[in-house]
């Protein structure tokens, strides 16, 4: 009943950018911690950038430079801006979202389906 839908995603040139969208949606109550992670082939899946449920924002150390998240809360929507993309960056980005929802008792962890973000030349 709780659904989050990545967009964004797709084929880029080393050093070029790319816009990531997540849209949560349903029997949505509150959302305090939202975000993005990664995972690239044989690899774990790795934060990227996220809200953290204390409002900060934590990015890892190999986008920090380079990447932005920001959120419309009221929408609860986020977003990645990804700037001077690397070959590096190649991996499926997922959405993640920590959910208080209608039906529910408890916040609980919620997953987008991926985007997939291919930087090549």
Same mark, same amino acid.
């Given at each position: 009943? $709780?659904? *989050?839908?990545?967009?964004?995603? /797709? *084929?880029?040139?080393? /050093? /070029?950018?790319?816009?990531?969208?997540?849209?949560?949606? !349903?029997?949505? $109550?509150?959302?305090? @911690?939202?975000?993005? #992670?990664?995972? @690239?082939? !044989?690899?774990?899946?790795? *934060?990227?950038?996220?809200?953290?449920?204390? !409002?900060?924002?934590?990015?890892?150390?190999?986008?920090?430079?380079?990447?932005?998240?920001?959120?419309?809360?009221?929408?609860?929507?986020?977003?990645?801006?990804?700037?001077?993309?690397?070959?590096?960056?190649?991996? $499926?980005?997922?959405?993640?979202?920590? $959910?208080? @929802?209608? #039906?529910?008792?408890?916040?609980?962890?919620?997953? !987008?389906? /991926?985007?997939?973000?291919?930087?090549?030349?």
């Amino acid at each position: 009943q $709780v659904q *989050l839908v990545e967009s964004g995603g /797709g *084929l880029v040139q080393p /050093g /070029g950018s790319l816009r990531l969208s997540c849209a949560a949606s !349903g029997s949505i $109550v509150s959302i305090k @911690a939202m975000g993005w #992670y990664r995972q @690239a082939p !044989g690899k774990e899946r790795e *934060l990227v950038a996220v809200f953290t449920s204390t !409002g900060s924002i934590n990015y890892a150390d190999s986008v920090k430079d380079r990447f932005t998240i920001s959120r419309v809360n009221i929408k609860n929507t986020v977003y990645l801006q990804m700037n001077s993309l690397k070959a590096e960056d190649t991996a $499926v980005y997922y959405c993640n979202a920590l $959910v208080f @929802a209608t #039906y529910s008792a408890r916040w609980s962890d919620y997953w !987008g389906q /991926g985007t997939q973000v291919t930087v090549s030349s």
